[in-house]
């Protein structure tokens, strides 16, 4: 089983010995059955665009050479994956419009379940927005910041670019992508253009394909930037909570349910009806009441504002059903197995798909509509409620397994708890620290897990090799759900891995912030949405450095970059100037015109690049070459 089962994590390892004995496949299992994985496929060369095909080109130069209509492999590698960027960009788009509407209604008293939670955030990007406030009462405030955010995607002006993008990046950063003709002026028609302009027979100039790519992802980084600024304005803005990862914190004792996927408009009424239903679960024998804990992204949010534990992360989210204690586990969007219900009729666990537009075969559906939310929680914690009470104690097996985390630093808690050390100038203890050299950069964990490599072990090596470099780790996503299950996200960890100088300054903080030690050694940043939050941090530096992002110490890495979403992010990181490690190999290398217009290309285009690397040592140590690199640069 150990050559099969590609995890480190050891929850992971206990609850695939429950599958075996049991006879139930899991991802892991499926990973093994589709091996040797199509060699076409996973260079970029099959192209599926028209029904001629679909067509292959040989990557050794023996077979042919052309698609059916002449599509060469530089088209057809570009063509696929722009369409992924484009895919992403909607995805993360939908999200972020989905939270706006729901915003508007709130701004017009529609919706009850739902308030405006932090009202200075609200006034702040009111203010970026150029929205004038003067004599509006705050939810008329609320109203016209969701409006005009609805703009970036009906904008028909091509030369007016969206708003968040303006108001977010570096003025340098935006005029330079303006210049380049990749600055987005609507997300919609960004995300269309893509598909019509990739449909057989358009653009076949694989460096405009790529470039049109390009615009899309950073529709894409336009779309999450207002997905998750609206989000703290409607949820509340994170901030510093002690909380616990890893399968262990299913409780036996409980009904536990178990949100999945992304979207919190759900998940946070949930949160708020289960006090109410605690009584009703403990009349039905669960001594502890509900139990919420948290998978994937939908998991960070409210790990992010609630502290509510996270039981795993993308790649094993499986295994909570597994645990024969999970007795719901309810989904909205995006990275939900479509194999979870078939697993979930091995137990006694409802799964419950809630959008209308996201359904699963096998699963119960509840549909949610924010007019609807209160009822919407009260029906999925009564089904799980109901289902505890089917619960077989004889298949329960939780695996003892899990690990502190101090989470919740969004950009704002960072600020605030550098505002211990200097009120006037909270940026300055991070800026001096940074041109001193006790953190010689910040890098960013992104992204997601993947079968291709071993779950989680490449962000701990990585980010071990950094941090004793002295590099400052943020991380978001399922990579943020690795640290924290690994024990990484946690004072200890800083003891532990941190560099003396990081150790150092994580200290200072943490002691003033009022942590009693220091900082987590990975600050966790929020869902893979979130990683605007990142860049809102990175563009305060160069705003204060008087340099552009590209110039700055800052490096992303993916370790297992698998979806679309982590296609247009990091690509998106790249555009807007960031070296971005890849740990699994994009589908791309079929071209080697692609591949060069990914590195070098990018580099001189945006001053960011894809770094591939898919060992975590080498590339541990190749991202502290770039910030050693970046400092010279910048001359500190
Ligand atoms: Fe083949 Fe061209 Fe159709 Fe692609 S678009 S499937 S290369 S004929
Ligand atoms: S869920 S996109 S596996 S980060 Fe945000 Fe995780 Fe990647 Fe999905």
């Known amino acids: 089983m ?41 260079l970029g060369l099959c192209c599926r665009i028209c029904y001629k095909g679909p067509c292959r080109v040989d990557p050794f130069g023996e077979g042919p050479q052309l698609g059916i209509c002449g599509a060469d492999r530089h088209t057809i590698v570009a063509r696929n994956v722009t369409r992924m960027m484009a895919a992403g960009a909607a995805a993360h788009s939908e999200h972020g419009r989905h939270i706006a509407l729901a915003m508007q209604k709130v701004g017009k008293g529609l919706l009850p379940a739902y308030r405006i939670r932090d009202e200075d955030k609200l006034y702040r990007i009111a203010e970026l927005l150029d929205i004038d406030t003067l004599g509006k009462e705050m939810l008329e405030v609320a109203h016209d910041v969701a409006t005009k955010t609805l703009e ?8 007016k670019g969206c708003h968040w993008i303006s108001a977010t990046l570096p003025d340098k950063r935006v005029d330079l992508l303006s210049r380049l003709g990749a600055l987005p002026h609507n997300i919609d028609a960004t995300v269309s253009q893509i598909m019509a302009r ?79 239903m605690n009584d009703i679960a403990k009349g039905a024998g669960a001594e502890k009441g509900i139990n919420i804990v948290g998978i994937c992204c939908t998991g960070n949010e409210v790990m992010m504002r609630h502290g509510v534990p996270l039981a795993t992360n993308y790649l094993s989210q499986e295994m909570a059903i597994l645990t024969g204690a ?41 549909s949610f509509h924010e007019e609807n939310a209160v009822e919407t929680a009260r029906e999925v914690i009564q089904c799980a409620i109901n289902a505890y009470t089917r619960r077989d104690p004889n298949k329960v097996n939780i695996p ?48 997601c897990n993947s079968t291709q490599t071993v779950q989680d072990e490449s962000y701990q090596i990585i980010a071990r090799t950094l941090a004793a470099n002295n590099v400052l780790l943020l991380a978001t996503g399922c990579g943020a759900g690795a640290f924290a299950k690994h024990g990484l996200m946690n004072q200890q960890a800083t003891e532990q891995y941190a560099g003396d100088s990081l150790k150092a300054v994580l200290t200072q903080i943490g002691e003033a912030a009022g942590l009693n030690g220091p900082l987590p050694l990975v600050l966790h940043m929020g869902s893979c949405v979130d990683n605007s939050r990142a860049v809102t941090l990175a563009t305060a530096l160069a705003n204060r450095l008087g340099v552009d992002l ?25 555009a807007i100037g960031l070296p971005t490690h890849l740990g699994t190999i994009p589908q791309v290398t079929g071209s080697d015109v692609v591949t060069e217009l990914m590195q070098e290309g990018a580099k001189d285009l945006f001053g960011g690049y894809f770094l591939v690397e898919t060992d975590p040592k080498i590339a541990g140590n190749k991202l502290v070459e770039v910030i050693k690199g970046k400092r010279q640069g910048l001359g500190i």
């Open 400 to 447: 003892n397994i899990k690990q502190t985390a101090v989470v919740g630093f969004s950009s704002e808690a960072i600020i605030t708890a550098l505002s211990k050390l200097d009120a006037v100038d909270p940026l300055k203890p991070l800026v001096d620290n940074i041109v001193n050299g006790n953190i010689q950069g910040v890098a960013l964990f992104a992204g």
């Open 550 to 574: 590209c110039d700055l110490p800052v490096v992303a890495s993916a370790p297992e970059a698998m979806s679309e979403k982590a296609i247009a992010i990091a690509s998106w990181g790249v």
């Open 2 to 42: 150990s050559l099969r089962i590609k995890t480190s994590d050891p929850a992971v390892k206990a609850l695939c010995k429950v599958a075996d004995r049991e006879d139930i496949a899991t991802v892991f299992d499926r990973y093994q059955m589709q091996l040797p994985q199509c060699g076409f496929g996973s």
């Open 198 to 276: 990739t449909h057989i027979g358009c653009d076949a100039e694989p460096k405009n394909v790529f470039l049109g790519g390009i615009r899309g992802a950073l529709a894409d980084f336009n779309g999450m930037s207002l997905a998750t600024e609206l989000s703290d304005v409607m949820f509340g803005t994170p901030s510093p909570v002690v909380t616990e990862a890893n399968i262990g914190v299913i409780d036996k004792d409980a009904v536990n349910i178990a949100v999945n996927g992304h979207n919190p408009l759900l998940s946070e009424v949930i949160c708020d009806i289960a006090r109410d």
């Open 152 to 159: 970036d995607f009906q904008n028909q002006d091509h030369h």
């Open 326 to 366: 999970l007795d719901a586990m309810v989904v909205d969007v995006q990275c939900i197995m479509p194999s979870l219900p078939q697993i979930g009729n091995c137990f006694h666990t409802e799964v419950i798909t809630t959008m209308d537009e996201n359904k699963m075969q096998g699963a119960r559906h509840i």
